[in-house]
């Protein structure tokens, strides 16, 4: 019972002291603006030129007519076709049905290049280890953590309230950028924030739960969790096959891709992401926040302040 | 001041290490070391690399024992319970930088536990003490080495803890300022606390107090009044190694060393042929009567010197130096 009272001390002590003091202005925040603002850049430029659309897109297949192009064709088809009336309904439905197809996959286009790949396999794990390394990681680096442990509260309540004092900054920033990029893209891209905010807040709070623990238990913490963003993230994320269950950004995408189905939306072929239902995905998004939380408070308990002169 | 403590158990010695040791990689930093410290000042005292603050390290919690065990007051310093019990001043001067004395205090008074409404007046009455009330809006970016150094002792009396250890808390700090810490320690004193303090400000330490831990290769090599850390350490025989040229007349020379009324006695180490081990209580006496003794017989030295360091030196350099 008193360990407990001195643990919810702890935890709120350091909320009130860390929770509005997250460290802005160091190098990998600044990156992560960047890549923001290049991203972001991008996509205004695909949403001036009204791509995020099946239009530029050639069905499998086909050579040389794209969508778009085909289903001028079948309206075209109609018209010549015009004296035989059955034959000419058919194809005004398929064309109109074609059209309609086109105005609305917009959010497939847009999850797909912009939020599978460029967001969840990249831009999210910047993001949140820009804040979650930071928050135990700057303390290590700045040889400041006897300050922390010279306190009569438990280790683990120090862990547990530095991190919850990061989350709403990585919350924030991975939600906020999401919205940007989702603003950027227009209807589509709103309609997909709409859709998608959950599973990114949830895969952010995972990936605060990787890298806080980096920070707090691995010297040089920032370099092994960009090692870890790009190599387990990125590139086995995008891997065919099994390997890439070992990323969180999959569990976010199995979410995604149930969301997409329930909507009649078939989001990638064959990816594997319909495997795990959405509870499932969830459990394992859940388990590895969880698994990381328990590991950091086991090893933070049993870091020894040496070579802090 | 401060909050007491009420963790502390009935009737348990503020400090009791037993056979205590603690390696740094492949470095012995404690070996073995028994130790216990009653209400009072206690100064802790040794070279460079003695073990000083990987002991206040240990008795602070911040580090754990590899054998041995160390209890304050009847806990463990290691767990959150025993921290209520120590304030420690370290020898390291790494701080939040763009934090204010001020705000530093109250940010660590807030972590320790001291009720948001109390943190005013606690930060009033110990910055008074610790005399940083004028300059408490203070970058410690901006802090001289002095007040960042009395910052620090702000800080381990927060709580105002049965059990201070202070790492060099003399360090940078101005005569006057020091006066008043001497003051403000022996006020502690008086108010039954046991403090722990490791300096080489000796002329400090002396009107602090004569109680003196000696500590050497991370072993106790004296501990009580300085007056019998003095006799005992300047009583301790130490060994002179002789080395001549011609190892014919080694026997000779061994005989002759002998009847020296300071030499305890000598002896020929195993495949050494031009080596004589000499064990005295005065060496710079033997010194002397070793170099006449070259001359008057006519053989070379190669190599005279104290083969391990002297007590009698670090006593030099801890009191004279």
């Known amino acids: 019972m008193e360990f407990l009272k001195s643990f919810i001390h702890g935890v709120k002590s350091q909320l009130a002291v860390h929770l509005f003091r997250a460290r802005v202005g160091h190098g990998l925040f600044w990156v992560s603006v960047g890549f923001l603002l290049l991203v972001a850049g991008v996509v205004v430029s695909v949403n001036l030129k009204n791509q995020w659309n099946y239009k530029t897109l050639k069905p499998r297949g086909q050579v040389g007519l794209n969508f778009k192009n085909s289903i001028e064709m079948i309206e075209v088809g109609s018209l010549v076709l015009g004296h035989n009336a059955g034959v000419s309904a058919v194809c005004s439905a398929v ?12 959010l497939p286009v847009f999850t797909k290049n912009v939020v599978f790949s460029v967001l969840l396999g990249f831009l999210l794990p910047l993001w949140c280890l820009t804040f979650a390394v930071e928050g135990l990681g700057a303390e290590r680096e700045g040889k400041t953590l006897f300050w922390l442990f010279s306190k009569p509260v438990p280790r683990s309540s120090i862990y547990v309230g530095k991190f919850l004092a990061i989350l709403p900054w990585v919350l924030i920033w991975s939600l906020g950028g999401f ?8 209807d589509c891209g709103l309609f997909a924030f709409k859709l998608f905010w959950q599973p990114i807040a949830l895969a952010s709070v995972t990936y605060a739960s990787v890298f806080f623990f980096m920070g707090a238990c691995l010297p040089r913490a920032s370099l092994i969790a960009l090692a870890y963003a790009f190599v387990v993230e990125t590139l086995l994320g995008s891997m065919p096959g099994s ?16 969301k997409s189905a329930d909507l009649g939306v078939v989001l990638e072929q064959g990816g594997g992401y319909g495997d795990f239902s959405e509870t499932m995905a969830i459990c394992f998004m859940m388990g590895i926040a969880l698994l990381f ?5 086991f090893f933070f308990g049993k870091i020894e302040l040496r070579g802090q002169r | 001041m401060g909050v007491s403590s009420d963790s502390a158990k009935p009737d348990a010695v503020p400090l009791w290490c037993r056979k205590v ?5 492949n470095f012995l930093g404690l070996n073995d070391l028994s130790l216990e410290l009653r209400p009072g000042i206690t100064a802790l005292l040794g070279s460079n690399g003695s073990g000083k603050s990987t002991l206040m390290n240990l008795i602070s919690g911040q580090l754990f024992p590899d054998t041995g065990s160390i209890q304050v007051f009847g806990i463990d ?9 120590v304030g420690y001043s370290p020898d390291l001067d790494y701080f939040y930088p763009s934090w204010s004395i001020k705000d530093f205090l109250a940010r660590m008074a807030c972590l320790a536990g001291v009720e948001s409404k109390r943190v005013p007046s606690l930060l009033n009455e110990i910055l008074l003490v610790v005399g940083l009330s004028s300059v408490q809006t203070t970058l410690l970016r901006r802090c001289s080495l002095g007040m960042r150094q009395r910052a620090k002792i702000a800080h381990a009396i927060l709580m105002d803890p049965p059990l201070l250890i202070l790492d060099e808390p003399f360090r940078g700090i101005d005569p006057v300022g020091r006066r008043d810490l001497v003051q403000l320690l022996l006020q502690f004193q008086a108010l039954g606390k046991t403090i722990l303090v490791s300096s080489h400000e ?24 300085v007056s019998r850390a003095r006799d005992r350490l300047l009583n301790k025989p130490v060994e002179i190694a002789l080395e001549i040229q011609a190892n014919e007349r080694i026997r000779f020379l061994a005989q002759s060393v002998l009847s020296h009324p300071e ?11 031009h080596v004589l081990m000499v064990l005295t209580r005065k060496p710079e006496l033997v010194f002397s009567h070793l170099v006449m003794m070259s001359i008057e017989n006519n053989f070379l030295i190669r190599r005279l010197e104290v083969v391990d360091e002297a007590p009698a030196e670090v006593m030099e350099s801890l009191f004279e130096g």
Do not use: N
């Not at chain 1, 919205?179 to 227009?186: E, H, I, P, R, S």
């Not at chain 1, 939380?293 to 408070?297: E, K, M, N, P, R």
């Not at chain 2, 107090?209 to 009580?224: E, I, N, P």
């Not at chain 2, 030499?263 to 042929?273: A, F, I, N, Q, T």
């Open chain 1, 179 to 186: 919205f940007v990029l989702a603003v950027c893209a227009g």
């Open chain 1, 95 to 106: 064309a109109s049905a074609g059209s309609g197809l086109l105005i609305q996959s917009g």
């Open chain 1, 243 to 258: 390997l890439k269950q070992l990323s969180v950004a999959f569990y976010a995408r199995c979410i995604m891709f149930q």
């Open chain 2, 21 to 25: 040791s603690k390696w740094h990689g």
């Open chain 2, 263 to 273: 030499v305890l006695g000598v002896r020929l180490p195993e495949g050494e042929k």
């Open chain 1, 293 to 297: 939380l328990v590991a950091g408070i």
């Open chain 2, 202 to 225: 000796l002329e400090e330490i002396e009107k602090l107090t004569d109680q003196v831990v000696m500590l050497r290769s991370g072993r106790v090599v004296s501990a009580g009044p």
């Open chain 2, 77 to 85: 310093p290691w767990t959150w319970q025993g921290k209520k019990l």
